[in-house]
């Protein structure tokens, strides 16, 4: 082992150093240096950047491709789109994923769909992130009452069946003109939001388990000694050792509220239509059994977005953590 | 909780001093003598640390399935999706009909006053209330709906916990084999698939009616185990082997996680050094402490099943607890949604301790605190 060289000396090193990486320690390096190093070494966690890279772009230029494919918008309903029966079609030359009991394009809308999910997934972990970490630095650096009535309101929100929580929610703000008089209207927010609360009490806890410990450190002790503000010392010594268990347990969530969203969306208490979403695509599926294409081509978009993510996830968790075998 | 409480037990033991002083005397006589000798083990077993960490923690449950009931209780009054009470008086009542049903319902009272009749009518009465579109017992409808819960659940639950625990172990044992790569891949893919998607396929390739090949049947086809055995096991074999996928496969991986760490340890390279055969090391010293938390999370894992499997039951037409509270949710049904509500908090909270008990007794390092 070498000495631990990190960007600041003051701190100690939150990621632990191997063997592989002595051989430019003598180079100072900071921790995100050192992580993407490892990061880079790994082909998988590679790939699996590089895909949600091209699922990030599919969902910002998702008009754009449609377009450029040559695909029916997704809110287009083709009335001619169907067989002699008066079924909907399968995958043909105009729509190679077929059309939807409306006559809509399955294609456009599975380009479409990657928008909802990623954008509610993203911002959710982002909300329950932040909030969890606020909670949990709060509750773990002041102990006391803070910690008490936090630790107890956690364990109250974990008690509560989750899904059920969420599918109230949203089933009395999603459909009809939203609930609280107004207040909130149904639509992407109001998922976002059920998402985020169910999922910050993890984090929250994890955050205040680190905090409790890191309190005691002497680089705490040191900042306190010379007048540093309680502030100071949550924001720029207590936070930044927080980084990388929120980068694993971020990686974690994501993909948990990809699916939470899909969850809610088949249920048909989440996204409402005519936004479409994978997870509410598949709900429609559930009801017209005899067409294939309605659940292969959403299912496999979701499928390979949670894939991933998870991919990624362990890769930064391997990378985090390089002593664990694998 | 026990800081908030700390002066209150104080207090408690203010007032109680004089009796304590009453005990100790009578305990000196010949008949104290006595009754301590046949009562004192039973007295200590019932004051042990043990025993007090339960009682604790079940006072601690009781307090929770309160909390949560209430939180349910204003969630749901605030924010329904309709108004029960005209639901209720069905279409093309008038006001003053849905303004009696309201009062009848108690609809019409302030929420502490509903909130208040509804927890004393629990504790009294074990009344739930009825629901509001079959006017059927809320009790009644939950336990009518819990053995196809509890079949779906528990046979899933044995298959997770099988093959999940199995290739785990297997794929520790050959860290970065074809075998291992191949079912860790296989389990990075079960836990990225949502479940009501696999069913849709599985249903798509093999569903009696539709299917590519007719092999299973059809959604609906549950029938309880009491009435027709051989149908409750052919309509549940599919949901069992979906739901347990999922599972199996963040099973595995916590498994092999688990026992990749353990086997690194210098304790299993001194058993193995007193000349123990691998499979004794790997099973007696490896497995044992790399299962308990697999024993946690299989805990977890099927109080909150256990509460309703919404997803699974509702894609396969199971009607089970999730099912019953799905369909409450949508349709207001105030006294459903708290009675399920309940139901699953009861579950997951029990569960919880469960789990944390079984800890206690099974590992002496958990401090009782």
């Keep these: 082992m070498s000495t631990p060289i990190t960007a600041d000396p003051g701190q100690p090193p939150v990621v632990p150093l191997t063997d592989d990486d002595a051989a430019s320690a003598d180079v100072a390096r900071s921790q995100r240096q050192i992580l993407w190093g490892r990061l880079k070494r790994d082909k998988v966690a590679l790939v699996s950047l590089g895909l949600i890279g091209v699922l990030v772009l599919v969902a910002i230029l998702a008009p754009l491709l449609v377009q450029v494919l040559g695909l029916p918008s997704p809110d287009f309903q083709d009335g001619q789109a169907v067989n002699e029966g008066g079924e909907p079609l399968g995958p043909n030359s105009i729509n190679p994923f077929g059309v939807d009991q409306l006559g809509r394009d399955v294609a456009s809308r599975v380009i479409y769909g990657a928008r909802v999910s990623l954008s509610v997934a993203l911002l959710s972990t982002a909300i329950s992130v932040t909030l969890g970490t606020l909670v949990g630095v709060l509750a773990g650096y002041f102990r006391g009452w803070v910690d008490a009535i936090v630790s107890r309101l956690l364990d109250v929100l974990l008690a509560f069946p989750i899904l059920m929580l969420g599918i109230g929610l949203a089933s009395a703000c999603s459909i009809g003109s939203g609930c609280l008089g107004g207040l909130i209207t149904p639509g992407v927010p109001v998922v976002v939001i059920i998402i985020a609360i169910a999922g910050f009490p993890f984090i929250a806890r994890i955050v205040r388990g680190q905090v409790l410990s890191l309190r005691e450190e002497e680089f705490v002790l040191a900042a306190r000694s010379i007048g540093a503000s309680h502030t100071r010392i949550m924001l720029r010594h207590l936070v930044p050792n927080l980084v990388a268990p929120i980068i694993v347990y971020s990686t974690v969530l994501v993909p948990q509220n990809i699916l939470f969203e899909a969850s809610l969306s088949f249920l048909g208490v989440g996204v409402q239509d005519p936004t479409s979403s994978w997870g509410q695509m598949l709900g429609d599926a559930s009801k017209n059994t005899d067409q294939w294409w309605f659940m292969l081509f959403p299912g496999l978009a979701l499928l390979l977005t949670v894939l991933a993510f998870n991919l990624l996830g362990d890769g930064l968790q391997d990378a985090l953590n390089p002593r664990k075998r694998r | 909780m026990t800081r908030l409480l700390a002066p209150v037990v104080r207090l408690l033991a203010r007032l109680l001093a004089p009796v304590a002083a009453l005990w100790d005397r009578f305990a000196r006589t010949l008949p104290g003598r006595v009754v301590v000798r046949v009562f004192g083990p039973t007295v200590r077993r019932l004051v042990s640390p043990t025993a007090r960490y339960i009682y604790r923690r079940l006072v601690w449950m009781v307090f929770l399935l309160l909390v949560v009931s209430m939180l349910a209780f204003l969630i749901f009054y605030a924010l329904p999706s309709g108004d029960p009470a005209a639901q209720r008086a069905g279409k093309g009542a008038d006001q003053a009909q849905i303004d009696r049903v309201k009062h ?94 696999l069913a849709l396929v599985a249903l798509a390739l093999f569903s009696q009616s539709y299917g590519v090949i007719h092999l299973i049947p059809d ?141 206690a007794l099974i590992d002496p390092r958990v401090r009782l605190a």
């Excluded at chain 2, 528990?154 to 291992?180: E, K, N």
């Excluded at chain 2, 996928?245 to 210098?266: C, G, H, K, T, W």
């Excluded at chain 2, 499979?279 to 497995?287: L, M, T």
């Excluded at chain 2, 308990?292 to 699974?312: E, K, N, S, Y």
Aim: charge should be neutral.
């Design chain 2, 104 to 197: 009848t319902l108690f609809l019409d009272r302030p929420i502490y006053e509903q909130y208040f009749h509804y927890i004393k009518q629990i504790v009294l009465h074990f009344d739930f209330g009825f629901s509001y579109d079959t006017n059927a017992d809320v009790a009644h409808a939950i336990t009518s709906r819990l053995p196809a819960t509890i079949s779906l659940a528990a046979g899933a639950a044995v298959i997770w916990l099988i093959v999940g625990v199995l290739i785990g172990i297997l794929s520790a044992l050959r860290p970065r084999s074809f075998f291992d790569r191949l079912v860790m891949g296989g389990a990075l893919l079960g836990i990225s698939a949502p479940v009501y998607w």
């Design chain 2, 219 to 359: 959604t609906g086809a549950y029938r309880p185990l009491t009435e027709d055995p051989g149908a409750w096991f052919t309509s549940l074999i599919v949901p069992w082997c979906i739901l347990a996928l999922s599972f199996a496969a963040i099973y595995a991986r916590l498994m092999r996680a688990n026992l990749l760490e353990v086997l690194d340890q210098d304790y299993l390279r001194t058993a193995e050094a007193k000349g123990l055969s691998r499979r004794r090391v790997v099973v007696r010293h490896g497995v044992r402490s790399a299962i308990t938390p697999i024993v946690t999370a299989f805990g977890l894992d099927l109080g909150i099943l256990l509460g309703g499997a919404v997803l699974t039951e509702s894609v396969f037409n199971i009607p089970g607890i999730g099912r019953l509270s799905y369909d409450a949710i949508v349709a207001s049904n105030l006294p459903v949604i708290q009675g399920t509500v309940l139901f699953a908090a009861f579950f997951i909270i029990a569960a919880n301790i469960l789990v944390d008990i079984v800890y």
